[in-house]
């Protein structure tokens, strides 16, 4: 029996009980550090367009500093690093959006856990599981200091007693998995 299967409207994976734990403790790592290190704000009521936008005007440029943590950096990274106020003004606009979309993604991809064994995956998931299953990729490449080929080469070739050896596994799993249901979804794609 195939571990993965497309029907042109459900993506089924067969994945282990293992497999299953793995991602849905990943995914819930990943909404706490999107939590986490949310900066403060003001309360809003989320029907009121209004109320939002004065929250966003409410913060001064000082208010928002880019993110110390790498992976966060990998997660919303700073497509002005010559233009701070640019930078400044791109996260006041974009990042607490691009966070919720990000949990929201994730939340997604842990109910479809729950569901297992097997995972069905209605098309409209499908997205939202290749995008945390990228941004899990890209936390676990920024604690493992992968930040260009030589560096995840020179981890391949690694010792399996290097300590760092489990998470590039896992990194790689996460790639494996992205890999396929992507080919499933999308045939000749490549």
Excluded: C
Aim: charged letters at 30%.
């Amino acid at each position: 029996m195939a571990r993965y299967a497309f029907d042109g409207e459900t993506v089924t994976l067969y994945l282990t009980n293992g497999d299953v734990e793995l991602l849905d403790s990943l995914s819930e790592q990943l909404i706490e550090l999107l939590v986490d290190s949310a900066p403060a704000s003001p309360e809003v009521d989320p029907d009121d367009p209004f109320s939002m936008w004065e929250a966003d005007l409410a913060h001064e440029p000082e208010d928002s500093e880019p993110p110390e943590d790498p992976a966060l950096q990998r997660l919303f990274p700073n497509p002005y690093p010559n233009d701070a106020r640019a930078a400044f003004d791109f996260r006041r606009y974009t990042e607490s959006d691009n966070r919720r979309a990000k949990i929201e993604d994730a939340r997604t991809l842990r109910r479809g856990l729950a569901e297992a064994p097997p995972i069905r995956l209605p098309k409209d998931q499908v997205d939202p599981w290749l995008r945390t299953l990228n941004a899990l990729r890209l936390v676990l490449a920024s604690r493992l200091g992968i930040d260009d080929e030589k560096a995840m080469d020179e981890l391949h070739e690694a010792d399996d007693s290097d300590p760092r050896a489990l998470m590039l596994g896992v990194m790689d799993w996460l790639a494996y998995l992205q890999g396929v249901i992507i080919e499933l979804v999308m045939p000749g794609l490549e």
